[in-house]
């Protein structure tokens, strides 16, 4: 493993432009993020999530890289959403006692203008909290302010095997 690790990665580097450098050095730092409990999940380092959470809404904001954009050079959608179910996921969880959690069961997005500029930043709140589900809204923004995607998602609420 530790060989076929190293090949790849002289492989990569070997003729690679500094946009291709910067992106694997994004990549590397988030994995460690998340190897030294800085971050959550795999996602969040990967994604350089910055929190703000209470317990009426959950704020996260990614920087803007080419690591994360399409083929039209803008973030792709897929990003968005990602960027949308964690931080309604992460305030559904919070919200809930220690031995419940919350997953996704429906998620609808509008996407309502281009992912661009240094960074997107997400809020997202809860709409509705009963006993075995919950509703979430969430609005995107560019760092110009501009809103990107505005969305609402539904969530079970599950009891957690410990």
Do not use: W
């Not at 690790?5 to 580097?13: F, I, N």
């Not at 694997?24 to 910055?50: A, C, D, W």
């Not at 609808?108 to 075995?132: E, Q």
């Amino acid at each position: 493993m530790e060989e076929q690790l190293h090949e790849l990665y002289k492989q990569y580097t070997e003729d690679a432009t500094q946009e291709e450098k910067n992106i694997l050095l994004t990549i590397l730092q988030g994995l460690n993020k998340r190897k030294s409990n800085k971050q959550g999940s795999y996602i969040g380092g990967l994604l350089n999530m910055e929190k703000t959470l209470n317990k009426e809404i959950c704020e996260i904001t990614i920087p803007i890289s080419p690591m994360l954009n399409n083929s039209l050079d803008i973030v792709h959608g897929g990003i968005t959403a990602t960027l949308i179910d964690s931080a309604m996921g992460t305030l559904a969880n919070h919200v809930l006692p220690e031995e419940y959690g919350a997953v996704t069961t429906q998620l609808n997005i509008h996407y309502l203008s281009v992912g661009k500029g240094d960074y997107l930043t997400c809020k997202a709140r809860i709409d509705h909290k009963g006993t075995k589900t919950m509703v979430m809204s969430a609005d995107v923004y560019r760092c110009d302010g501009k809103k990107v995607a505005q969305a609402s998602g539904s969530f079970f609420i599950i009891g957690k095997k410990v």
